[in-house]
């Protein structure tokens, strides 16, 4: 069967078993779009190419399967580079197909040509550079697998127009053969059972639980796994509903913005079984500093993980499901033998942490609205499968250390970039993916600034998802840092609570938009957009500008100088 490289390579898609697509067409990428229209593919059409990308993710996080963008050349690939490196930091399985200027041409500065190849090559796991429409097959095949298998991440195929235009024989590739790509997936035995050796041995134990859980599926592992040894977890911020919060072994999330306990926890721990997780500087604090009595196992997918910041005693290469499931075993044949330790002096600790370091805040009945009132409002008016996307800033601060997960994937935001303008196309590709849950999302004004447009499209697609703009009318993290170590010196942070009219843009974006300015209107507004299911919904709540996230460890200091907040007294140290 004779068929151009364009028709190759949407029916290679196909064979992919893709439902949907986020793109923008484009002169070098318009072959490509022609034999979409004949395809059982959903195109969802956006408004800007970040956005085309940021859906993707959101659609991955959602769903477990890989997202697919697909944008034209030059400044749209340059504008999904942003997408790329987000889903590259955090783990994210996302295929991006671009259009190029016709191969004969590339290197002649060309209109609309970049070179993404090279552009991209840092923030990929592997891209591209189509030659011959023969190879399209087999390299949708290649750039499929390698996005989902080892540690997910996102890959590129760059397509000329005029390899589009090719024709070819149809063909399907059995296998995927790549030689020098191998990920290990299971564990050394030998190095299982050092682990199992090192948890029997400890007395204050944490796990220290990653994004890599929720990426290998393993929550259901790592809950056996606690409560087989009674071992407390700390959920990181890309971790967050990898354990139900509301499970006793359950900390929270350590770090920068951490709470006290998860935080503390860790430095005082003689053991750290690091699962899916990478010692990221704002968990670790100052490196030299975090956890100084505690021994380390280490599993992980991506070997290049084990020893780059923290060198383990006990390193482990594999995928966390199968190892934590290995681990069990071998911790199960040690407690046969020897008993399960006793942990109850530890927990004891733990708790005492709990009730004299909680999260706090004040709402004040007919005072400033608060925004923590907001997000557990929102938690405690909506459903237990909710799927919350944030942006970036003190907003997914409170969503996180406040939203109570039940269940693994419901939280989606970007982590390792911090990309703000995230969360609006990452819930539209969430509700894409997932369009029988609800899906919220909790951004700031000046998140919801960089990529409100896209509700553009959830409108014209009818893709319902709902917006909680926390509007303080400031960059608030940024405001926060300022006010906190540079003297109170607000230097280029202040955006206006009346401009843009949040409102009267949602309305125009055929969105409802509703707006709220005290804590009673809160609950009855929430409501009102729950119920609304046939188009997108935006709520501006106006917020107290003064609010701080807190607690919070200064940027490159060691987790034991948390601030705590003015509530706890000599400077909420």
Known sequence: MKLTGAQALIKSLEMEGVEVMFGLPGGAILPVYDPLIESSIRHVLVRHEQGAGHMASGYAWATGRPGVAMVTSGPAATNIVTPLCDAYMDSVPFVCITGQV??????????????????????????????????????????????????????????????????????????????GYKPNVKGHPRQVKDAARLVMEARRPVVYAGGGILKAGASAELLQFAELTGIPVVTTLMARGAIPDEH???????????NYTAITSMQKADLLVTLGARFDDRVTGNPATFAPHAKVIHVDIDPAELGKVRRPDVPIVGDCKVVIAELVKAVRAEQEKHGRPDLSEWHAT??????????????????????????????????????????????????????????????????????????????????????????????????????????????????????????NAYLGMVRQWQELFYEERYSEVYLSPDLPDYVKWAEAMGCVG?????????????????????????????????????????????????????EFGEGGR
Not at 121 to 127: D, F, G, L, R, Y
Not at 409 to 426: D, E
Not at 544 to 566: C, F, H, Q, T, W
């Open 350 to 471: 733990l708790r005492e942490w709990q009730q004299r370091y909680p999260l706090t805040y004040q709402q004040e009945d007919g005072g400033p609205l608060k925004p923590q009132y907001v997000v557990e409002a929102l938690r405690a008016n909506t459903p237990d499968d909710t799927i919350l996307a944030s942006g970036v800033g003190q907003h997914q601060m409170w969503a996180s250390q406040l939203w109570k997960f039940k269940q693994p994937n419901t939280w989606i935001n970007s982590g390792g970039l911090g990309t703000m303008g995230y969360a609006i196309p990452a819930a539209i590709g969430a509700k894409v993916g997932r369009p029988d849950r609800m899906v919220w999302a909790i951004d700031g004004d000046g998140c919801f600034q960089m990529t409100a447009q896209e509700l553009v499209t959830a409108s014209a697609e009818r893709i319902p998802i709902k917006v909680a703009i926390l509007n």
């Open 248 to 258: 006793e072994l359950c900390l929270g999330m350590p770090g920068m913005h951490g």
């Open 102 to 179: 016709p191969y004969k041409v590339i290197g002649t500065d060309a209109f609309q040509e970049a070179d993404t190849v090279g552009i991209t090559m840092p923030i990929t796991k592997h891209n591209w550079l189509v030659s011959d429409a023969n190879d399209i097959p087999r390299i949708v095949r290649e750039a499929f697998h390698v996005a989902t298998t080892g540690r997910p991440g996102p890959v590129l195929v760059d397509v000329p127009k005029d390899v589009s235009n090719q024709t070819m024989e149809w063909y399907w590739p059995d296998k995927v053969d790549l030689p």
């Open 514 to 566: 509703m707006r709220v300015d005290n804590p009673d209107d809160v609950v009855p507004t929430i409501e009102k957009a729950n119920e609304i299911d046939d188009r997108p919904v935006v709520i501006d709540f106006r917020t107290d500008y003064r609010e701080k996230v807190y607690p919070m460890v200064p940027a490159g200091g060691s987790n034991d100088d948390i601030i705590l907040g003015p």
